[in-house]
């Protein structure tokens, strides 16, 4: 690809990125108005912006070899060409190499275009090879009439014979073949296009950044002992690879991400997002907090009325807790603990600790229903104590809500349990000192400093504990939540009996069904889980009503109950307690019952078309069994045919009960942005990293971190922006 630099040379200390992009060739403003679209404002920005994937235009294909799907470019001689009117007027040119023929179809042309396609005319086409009536076939592909010329192939000809590089150019100086610039030097780069910024543009761009480039306007962000130790090149020799990557690139490896080039790529996105969260950390640290140091009489009067003692992990984690909130700097930690190991009460502790001491404190859930679980459970526990526990949800109106908001704002309320409400506009605390946030997974970094900016006052921030039943694994953690601390309950309450989980198809319905007679008549109670994957409430509710009827058709001496969410919190909460209270046998269920729902007696749970789930979803699911002592089973029903992850999935959820291995799994079945959910998807955006094909990566990245903050701190924030760009403002570093 020949490039001419038409730009000045920037002065001797200018870098790349403190160079507009509209110093290229090109770019005024318009141009530079969308550029910001794909997150590029500097000359900087335009050489992260890394290519998809490639195409192959540096060697021609003949049309024998050819295969659907592939993209290649092929030089051809026109046989025929005709207009044909059918439905849609087309123009069809059959072509052919010597290796054999295939057609090109066009929808739109010119006359001068048909013109061009004379019998005996050659052309060099590149497209995609589809499957046509009769014949191998490219739509509109991108095409050059060569003027005549027989030997006209020149280069690419030579590699088409397979000639080595040298003698490639040994053939062309002894004039065996002629050289035509035809084919290109490079493979070609794909890039994340956007309207009005198409290839062309992106190609032309990075073509002109990369000739400043080599002027050594960029900055090499890793220490040379680092470079060393990892034996990865060096910035500009893995940005000029992955921007134009030579014709015998191993095209597979670059694919797939591979590529020395892009592992070096990876290492410092993933190292730039560890650091960004470690600053974030540094700043907490230096941030302050009330610290809450009483005796713990409310938490030990609550311990002493549970009916049970903490197991060994709930207490260890209860101490980190309570270390953390006598600190005078804001806690910020992260307690993962399987489905029924006990999270809650070590929250309510915390909440009561931080009462005690005078302060107010918020549980937040992302749910109505697990929030009013919560509700219910710490009423249980505080109202003894003299407590009482307000609630705030978004259901909550007009006078009611601005009640709860007025005993908030007025310090009257010391403990709120709610959702996301909490976090609304006009919501106002007196003197916040803890904030308990449950299943964190679905909140980001940004939702997390926003929630903790709320309880900032004359620059106190409250102490915030997170957390969550879907483990994070460690390279998650290293990556997305290297700003917290991190404990974990890594033992269930002693005497449960894990799951059985059987796998069957919906056809075995029938014996499902017998299966739950069998189970409620000996006492136990179980429930029926109806998914579908329609977004709509309704659909759901309608589908768990109908399966609600045909059960209680098919079990008449069963009392089946249904609970979803489109009824009001008072039924449901209403229709738990008979279930508790054992008033009901079986109990039809959408998903709502996925959390916190709490039922030691309920030791059976179907959940049908389970291959629509994921598998934390599933593991959640089968939490709410195996809550007593008796033994629990899960049914997993599926509808055939099962895709290839369906059945990886319910072979996973058989194999094992542990959370962690399930998270484990199923990070690398989805990737983490599947895992994290949607809402945390702008947290963790990565250009090049994946977190699962990169695992082997993230050791040597804390390494390197530390490295980097010892010795040349002075580089951390230009890293930092390179890859973060706007989102590194979150950490304002
Ligand atoms: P999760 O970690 O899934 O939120 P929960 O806090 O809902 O778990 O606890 C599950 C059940 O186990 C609750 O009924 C809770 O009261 C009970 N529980 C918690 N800790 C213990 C313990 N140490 N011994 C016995 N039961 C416990
Ligand atoms: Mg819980």
Redesign the pocket.
Same mark, same amino acid.
């Given at each position: 690809m020949a490039s001419i630099n038409f730009i000045a040379p920037p002065a001797e200390n200018t870098t790349l990125d403190s160079l507009p992009v509209t110093t290229l060739k090109r770019v005024g403003p318009r141009v530079a108005e969308l550029l910001t679209k794909l997150g590029i404002r500097t000359v900087q920005d335009v050489l992260f912006h890394l290519p998809l994937r490639y195409q192959d235009r540096t060697r021609v294909a003949s049309i024998g070899a050819l295969r659907v799907g592939d993209e290649v470019s092929i030089v051809v001689e026109v046989q025929l060409s005709e207009i044909k009117f059918g439905r849609r007027r087309m123009l069809l040119v059959r072509v052919a190499d010597g290796s054999g023929g295939m057609l090109l179809r066009f929808f739109h042309f010119s006359a001068q275009q048909q013109a061009a396609f004379v019998r005996g005319a050659r052309v060099r086409c590149f497209g995609e090879v589809r499957s046509g009536p009769g014949m191998l076939e490219m739509v509109h592909p991108e095409y050059r009439i060569i003027p005549n010329n027989p030997l006209g192939v020149g280069r690419a000809l030579a590699r088409h014979v397979g000639l080595k590089p040298d003698l490639q150019s040994e053939a062309i100086k002894d004039g065996i073949v002629q050289d035509a610039p035809e084919v290109d030097e490079f493979l070609t780069p794909v890039y994340p296009a956007t309207e009005g910024v198409q290839q062309n543009m992106l190609r032309a761009l990075t073509q002109q950044a990369l000739d400043l480039m080599r002027d050594g306007a960029l900055r090499e962000a890793l220490p040379p002992q680092v470079l060393e130790q990892l034996r990865l090149p060096s910035l500009t020799e893995a940005l000029a690879y992955v921007h134009r990557p030579p014709p015998d690139a191993p095209l597979r490896m670059l694919l797939e991400g591979q590529h020395p080039a892009q592992q070096r790529l990876a290492f410092e996105e993933l190292l730039a997002h560890h650091l960004s969260l470690r600053l974030l950390r540094n700043k907490t640290e230096q941030q302050r907090a009330p610290q809450l140091h009483v005796p713990g009489v409310l938490m030990r009067r609550l311990l002493d009325a549970?009916s049970? +003692?903490? +197991?060994g992990a709930?207490q260890r984690v209860l101490g980190e807790i309570i270390h953390d909130l006598r600190c005078d700097h804001p806690m910020q930690r992260l307690v993962q603990? *399987?489905?029924?190991?006990?999270?809650? #009460? #070590?929250a309510a502790c915390a909440v009561l600790h931080a009462l005690e001491a005078g302060f107010q404190a918020v549980v937040m859930a992302p749910t109505e229903l697990l929030a009013e679980q919560h509700l219910q459970?710490f009423t249980a526990w505080l109202a003894p104590l003299g407590i009482e526990v307000a609630w705030l949800s978004g259901k909550l109106t007009g006078k009611a809500w601005q009640a709860v908001v007025e005993r908030l704002a007025s310090g009257q309320a010391a403990v709120v349990v709610g959702t996301h409400a909490l976090f609304q506009e006009g919501v106002r605390f007196a003197n916040l000192g803890l904030i308990v946030v *449950?299943e964190q997974h679905r909140f980001g970094v940004h939702q997390r400093l926003a929630l903790r900016e709320k309880g900032n006052q004359d620059g106190r921030y409250p102490h915030q504990l997170i957390?969550t039943?879907t483990p994070i694994p460690r390279t998650l953690a290293m990556t997305a939540y290297a700003d917290l601390d991190s404990s974990v309950?890594d033992e269930l309450?002693?005497?449960r009996t894990p799951v059985e989980t059987v796998v069957v198809a919906d056809t075995r319905r029938a014996d499902v069904v017998e299966r739950v007679r069998n189970a409620c008549r000996a006492g136990r109670q179980a429930y029926w889980v109806c998914t579908l994957i329609e977004e709509s409430e309704m659909l759901q509710c309608q589908a768990a009503t109908d399966t609600a009827l045909r059960l209680a058709e098919s079990l008449p001496e069963l009392r089946v109950g249904l609970i979803h969410g489109r009824l009001k919190s008072q039924e449901k909460q209403q229709i738990m307690a008979t279930f508790k209270a054992g008033a009901l046998d079986l109990l039809v269920a959408t998903t709502v019952i996925e959390v916190?729902v *709490?039922v030691?007696n309920a030791s059976l749970m179907i959940i049908e078309n389970a291959e629509r789930l994921g598998m934390a979803q599933l593991h959640q699911l089968r939490?709410r069994v195996g809550?007593g002592t008796q033994s629990s089973s899960c049914v997993l029903m599926y509808h055939a045919p099962l895709s290839a992850d369906g059945r990886t999935r319910l072979a996973a959820m058989r194999e094992t009960n542990d959370g962690f291995e399930i998270a484990r799994r199923d990070l690398a079945l989805r990737g983490p942005g599947e895992v994290l959910g949607t809402r945390q998807s702008g947290m963790l955006q990565l250009h090049i990293a994946d977190l699962v094909r990169d695992q082997a990566l993230i050791p040597k990245i804390e390494q390197a971190a530390i490295i980097l903050l010892e010795h040349y701190p002075e580089r951390v924030p230009a890293l930092i922006k390179r890859w973060l760009g706007d989102a590194a403002r979150y950490g304002e570093v």
């Open positions: 549970l049970f +003692t903490l +197991t709930q603990g *399987d489905v029924g190991s006990g999270k809650t #009460v #070590v459970n *449950d957390m039943a309950i309450p002693p005497g916190g *709490d030691p939490g809550r």
